[in-house]
């Protein structure tokens, strides 16, 4: 008996080697842009991975039968953050995915002194912890002690690739260390800083578990980071999307001249955060997208050449 033929659609592609296939799935997944009514195929040693956006080329997938559409949501290893606190569909996003063990839904915004959230476990395990795999590294998490977002994956390694071997870094606003991390395979330094207890304390564990030796996790101020180290950095990390504006006069005077800092921001406009920076020593400014945060708003990136 003759099987039915499969059905087939043209979309927007990603080609990947399959070596790195799983990787970016999930990182694609992870930033919104994964077609997931498509199934990704094999070419040639390369993955195809269908996209509704910014692929590099057309291709002919297969669609998925009985597609079950999942709510909104964001994943972190084996957690879903979702965006609307709706039980039944976090019990049926809690089944599409087998490696979930719990959804959770957000009740505060990022808040404190800390920058933490507090979340409402609607569906699964009752826990806030979780493992996060992210370019080979291993981190361990708990969103209850300290933020961490999963899409700043590309943009971690969009530093790394920028930066030359033997490089000190600083990392201002640290968290449970992911951009340090990142940074550490090609750096000869890395001070990772941050003023949450809980996260500097994941931080060594993570830094511990992906056998880091050339990082000093410090619990601080970044405010006082000045009065304490007596070094220059060759790159500066400030990941404070609401709060780094206020500490450019420490990155700067942290950052040795021809270094470079990298000032991540949320704004509604375009060069929103230039008349800041300009007060300061500049050779060059880049501004990037990363990705939409909210309605109106974007989280972007200022690549700061020192002057």
Excluded at 85 to 111: G, I, K, Y
């Amino acid at each position: 008996m003759r099987m039915a033929q499969e059905m087939e659609k043209e979309q927007w592609a990603c080609r990947v080697p399959v070596t790195s296939g799983e990787q970016t799935r999930q990182r694609l997944a992870r930033e919104g842009i994964l077609d997931q009514s498509l199934k990704p195929r094999v070419e040639r040693g390369h993955l195809l991975i269908p996209v509704i956006k910014d692929g590099s080329e057309r291709a002919l997938f297969v669609v998925r039968e009985h597609r079950t559409e999942v709510p909104r949501h964001e994943l972190i290893g084996g957690i879903a953050i979702m965006l609307d606190n709706d039980l039944a569909a976090a019990e049926a996003l809690l089944q599409s995915r087998p490696s979930l063990h719990t959804v959770l839904f957000p009740v505060s915004d990022v808040e404190g002194e800390y920058r933490t959230r507090r979340f409402e476990v609607i569906a699964g395990k009752s826990t806030t912890k979780t493992t996060c795999i992210e370019y080979g590294n291993r981190f361990l998490i708990d969103l209850s002690l300290a933020y961490f977002s999963a899409r700043l994956s590309t943009e971690r390694q969009r530093i790394v690739a920028q930066m030359k071997e033997g490089e000190s870094v600083l990392d201002m606003f640290a968290g449970i260390g992911p951009f340090a991390i990142s940074l550490a395979s090609k750096a000869a330094l890395v001070v990772a800083v941050d003023i949450n207890p809980g996260a500097v304390q994941l931080m060594e564990q993570n830094s511990r578990l992906n056998r880091i030796q050339r990082m000093l996790p410090f619990l601080a101020d970044a405010s006082h980071i000045g009065k304490v180290l007596p070094w220059k950095f060759d790159r500066v990390i400030m990941n404070h999307p609401f709060g780094s504006l206020s500490f450019l006069p420490e990155a700067f005077r942290l950052c040795r001249p021809e270094g470079t800092i990298h000032c991540y921001v949320v704004e509604a406009n375009e060069g929103e955060a230039l008349p800041a920076i300009m007060k300061y020593p500049v050779t060059e400014v880049r501004e990037r997208y990363i990705r939409s945060y909210s309605p109106g708003r974007w989280h972007a990136v200022y690549d700061i050449e020192v002057g």
